[in-house]
């Protein structure tokens, strides 16, 4: 079998993938997959790339004729490759399983390619498409795509699933995260930020922003100059928050300049004025109980959520969390916060019932465009410009989001890891089987990179302790599940890091204050992940 060479066309991929595939052809097929790591590697990959375009052609196209996506992007790839229609060669000795290598990079390319024309447009017109909301707001639940983490890798024939297969997929998902998500220094510590020297606020241009977003590409220290610039003194959010004209969403966004007891009042204040519910300022004000978490050392080299808080701290949290499940009872994520606490608290029968609440549930969400927007407000109400307190908000819509989902992660999988150590497998499995799904949960309903960012390195955390857990107990089934799920997530991986890469060219593109002026706007209404859908 290693000898023997096989060419699989695009057709025939796209074929097996409809189920279309003649049987002598999908024969081959799965001899070839069953010979090849990067063959397999490369079909998950398609399967990725299909599900993606399913899932935004199903926003895009809604109320128009039925499309095969997949066949439409099949025919693109094949007249842009149309001088290499053979595309996959295997010699076992000679390959190493990578991203894919073959053909189907004319996809990206095309991808690329339609990036270029978006961005072009764009600069030509200075438009991102028709007035109307053309993609839905984060509360709209039912109309999600499905959540990624659903995805059904390859497992060819006659290959029986163990750890040694187990440790190569969970090797090349930490390989993956690395070369394509390693951003730390966009989530520095509010210690770390707040170093640097606090700016004008009147003095800040919205080419300021721009330029330093330009720079954050190749300069991390530029994010942390970003954060420090989006960051008010405690005495001028202090100005804001007694400011009997404000908005009550401008104090939302102050109030995490205050210190907590002095937040947590403004905080009451700000949700009895507003005209309707807004789950984004109860999770603020629930977050006022957190206790802010230390600097990362060599035995705690990252904080948990919960960390240094009390006892009195843990219950009145759990008593706003009540409140908040009230106002949105279908948001996943309040399930995890409340079995966070829980388990902090040594309940572990409720805190396990929260997990399992968690698991029925199909939508999490930090409100990372609800934050970004009340902060735009109480930048401009501290005196920035409005187009400069926009487009910073924009360009930093999330990362405050990242670090809370993260943190709560770190906190769950701690106390995973107890009961694992005091022999209590079943529970810390629960524990992390909750989380991989929460991250799945989070990811798939993101509309911000930074929330799917977090939401994949949720599930990333997640798999390491399922990983060990599985090791040590021999099963077989679970490890294969595992598999599958850590391969599905190097393909969400590869698609968010496309998408990462285009926002840093669009930036790097240059434009007018109109341009950029409607580009924030574009975030702040749907979330970074929608600019290149909802453009011409």
């Known amino acids: 079998m290693n000898d023997r060479e096989h060419d699989i066309t695009l057709d025939a991929l796209a074929d097996s993938l ?37 899932a935004i052609g199903a926003q895009v196209v809604k109320g128009a004729p039925e499309i095969d996506v997949v066949d439409a992007v099949m025919r693109a790839v094949d007249k842009a490759a149309a001088s290499e229609k053979t595309v996959h060669t295997v010699h076992l000795e000679k390959r190493q399983p990578a991203r894919p290598s073959f053909g189907l990079w004319g996809a990206v ?108 590409v190749s300069d991390p220290g530029a994010w942390v100059r970003l954060k420090r610039m989006a960051t008010l003194d405690a005495a001028t959010a202090a100005e804001v928050v007694s400011n009997p004209d404000v908005s009550p969403d401008a104090i939302v966004g102050a109030a995490a300049s205050l210190p907590d007891e002095e937040a947590r009042q403004w905080l009451v204040t700000a949700v009895g004025r507003m005209d309707q519910q807004k789950p984004y300022a109860g999770l603020t004000l629930a977050s006022t109980y957190l206790a802010q978490p230390a600097a990362p050392t060599a035995e705690q080299p990252a904080p948990a959520l919960f960390d240094g808080m009390t006892e009195s ?11 908040l499940q009230e106002a949105d009872p279908e948001n996943a994520l309040l399930d995890a916060l409340r079995a966070g606490a829980l388990l902090r608290l040594g309940d572990t029968e409720g805190a396990l019932a929260a997990l399992a609440s968690l698991q029925g549930k199909d939508l999490a969400t930090a409100y990372g465009l609800d934050a970004a927007r009340s902060q735009q407000l109480a930048l401009a109400a501290a005196g920035m410009s409005e187009e400069s307190a926009r487009m910073l908000s ?12 993260c943190d709560l992660a770190r906190d769950l999988l701690q106390s995973g890891q107890a009961y694992e150590a005091q022999g209590d497998p079943d529970t810390a499995r629960q524990i992390y089987e909750a989380t991989q799904r929460l991250g799945e949960q989070v990811t798939g309903n993101a509309r911000l990179s930074e929330e799917s960012l977090a939401g994949i390195d949720v599930q990333r955390m997640a798999m390491e302790g399922l990983e060990s857990l599985y090791a040590d107990s021999d099963l077989a089934g679970e490890m294969e599940r595992l598999t599958t799920s850590a391969l599905a997530l190097v393909s969400q991986i590869n698609s968010l890091g496309g998408m990462l890469e285009a926002l840093d060219q669009l930036f790097l593109g240059g434009g007018d204050s109109s341009f950029w002026n409607q580009l924030s706007e574009q975030i702040l209404q749907f979330g970074d992940l929608s600019v290149f859908e909802s453009a011409p």
């Open 109 to 216: 390319a095309l991808a690329a390619a339609a990036v270029v024309v978006i961005m072009g447009l764009m600069f030509e017109f200075g438009l991102f498409g028709p007035s109307g909301p053309s993609a839905p707001v984060v509360s709209q639940g039912p109309d999600r795509p499905p959540v990624p983490g659903e995805r059904v890798a390859v497992i060819p024939p006659g290959e029986t699933p163990g750890s040694e297969r187990l440790d190569e997929a969970m090797e090349r998902l930490a390989q993956e995260v690395a070369e394509k998500l390693d951003t730390p220094s966009k989530h520095a510590d509010r210690g770390g930020f707040l170093a640097t020297a606090a700016p004008v606020l009147g003095d800040v241009t919205q080419d300021d922003v721009v330029a330093l977003r330009q720079a954050a």
């Open 313 to 323: 701290d843990l219950r009145a949290f759990l008593s706003e969390m009540a409140a």
């Open 18 to 54: 409809e189920g279309r595939l003649p049987e002598a052809q999908a024969s081959e097929l799965r001899d070839a997959l069953a010979a090849s790591a990067e063959l397999r590697a490369d079909y998950l990959w398609l399967q990725g790339v299909a599900h993606d375009l399913d």
């Open 394 to 405: 924009a360009v930093l819509a999330g990362s405050d989001q990242y670090n809370m989902l």
